[in-house]
């Protein structure tokens, strides 16, 4: 038998100082309206952006047709899915790291296949997929920057340019295909999430 959460909260990063959010209540709304219970003032977060909600086997979270979306580990939230304790949210600049200690290990998605197999990679881009991804590896900081196209350079000893090619096609495998600064942080997260390194 399931049991179910108990507890668990938020922490809310990037609109201030650190703050704690209890799921305290069995449905939790996110938005820019004063109303929600986490409430985050910005233009870039819809009035209802998204909804976190109790279920026996853990907490659900749900996009409600935002006008920007929001991720999780990286991954656009399409559908609703179960949250699992370390899970990183980012709505607008609000970046939210989910607690549930003790927390069912079950289920990771809801109405979501597990993650597709990652592409086939070349040795380089194998390696500077590794170098891209070894802050989200080590641990430490929640929200970790990618190392700058000039770092991947020195630690592959390649030049800058052929680490942007590389990153080109990188991002073409793994389906990236806006041009946005965050490319390099979803091309990692995207790659843990996908089992592309380890």
């Known amino acids: ?30 938005g820019r309206a004063p109303g929600n219970e986490l409430p985050i003032d910005s233009r870039l977060v819809s009035r209802l952006h998204a909804l976190v909600e109790r279920f026996p086997s853990g907490w659900i979270i749900r996009d409600l ?12 939230l399409r559908e609703a899915r179960t949250l699992r304790d370390g899970d990183r949210v980012e709505v607008g600049p609000a970046r939210l790291v ?20 990652p592409p086939a990679l070349t040795r380089r881009e194998g390696e500077l997929l590794d170098a891209l991804c070894r802050p ?18 020195g630690t592959l000893g390649v030049s800058e340019s052929a680490v942007k090619k590389h ?4 991002y073409d495998k793994f ?3 806006s041009n946005d600064d965050r ?11 996908r089992g592309a390194v380890s």
């Open 1 to 30: 038998m399931v049991r179910p959460v108990t507890g668990g909260w938020f922490e809310v990063h990037g609109t201030g100082p650190v703050r704690l959010v209890p799921l305290s209540v069995d449905t939790l709304t996110i």
């Open 65 to 76: 047709g935002s006008t920007n979306g929001t991720t999780v580990n990286g991954a656009p």
């Open 98 to 117: 989910f607690r549930a200690p003790g927390q069912h290990t079950g289920t990771r998605t809801v109405g979501v296949e597990a993650p597709p197999a």
């Open 175 to 177: 389906g990236l295909v």
């Open 167 to 170: 990153l080109t096609r990188l």
């Open 183 to 193: 490319r390099r942080a979803r091309l990692a997260a995207e790659a843990v999430r």
């Open 136 to 153: 989200y590896l080590a641990g430490g900081d929640t929200f970790p920057e990618p190392p700058a196209v000039r770092v991947l350079a």
